[in-house]
């Protein structure tokens, strides 16, 4: 440990850390029809379009077969489809369904309500350099692609303007790579579902 931090402040940033995600956890928990980790999964789909189940279950860290359930239980309520790598026809990958990507819409939308309550309190200065401090922190958690995508499992990569996992290069699925600051294929994801919906 540093030597000039205080044991006050490491204790301060682990109640923080609790009770942010704790509010976070509570505010997506009523949208979402399944519990445990499928709210992160649908997220984790949405951004990376075509990432297979092996991969998510590393980002949740649960086990493969741990995985395979949660994505059956999210392909019966019709969020998640599943469909053949085009790399490796071997290997299912994910994709989010229209109905998955509006629930991703709402569950991103509540995340944020919750967590930017929590800073109404805070003066605009208090802010600026919290989100200089928060960067910084951020940025030291992951060791490559996949662990910055497992961080950011409830991100909401349209909202993260110079987003401090770009360091680590995009996270490669089965069917392309995913930057963390490219968002057109989510977005086209989207119109492609608003085109279903229109027919």
Known sequence: MAMDVSDRLVN??????????????SAVAGAMPLRGQAA????????APTISIDQLSRILR??????????????ERNIVAKQPSTIDRRIMTLRLTPN???????????????????LECVSPEDL?????????????LPEDALSALATCRYCDERRCIDCPMDVFGPFETLGGSTSRGNILALEVNREIGRTIEKR
């Not at 301060?12 to 956890?25: F, H």
């Not at 992160?40 to 951004?47: E, N, T």
């Not at 629930?103 to 919750?114: F, G, I, S, V, Y």
Request: proline share 0%; no cysteine; net charge positive.
């Open 62 to 75: 649960l086990t493969h077969g741990g995985a395979v359930r949660l994505v059956d239980r999210l392909v």
């Open 100 to 118: 998955g990507l509006q629930l991703r819409d709402k569950l991103l939308d509540l995340r944020r309500d919750a967590l930017a309550s929590l």
């Open 12 to 25: 301060l940033l682990g109640v923080l850390a609790v009770g942010v995600n704790d509010r976070m956890r």
């Open 40 to 47: 992160s999964s649908v997220i984790v789909i949405g951004h």
């Open 128 to 140: 600026s350099a919290l989100e200089r401090v928060a960067v910084t922190i951020v940025a030291s």
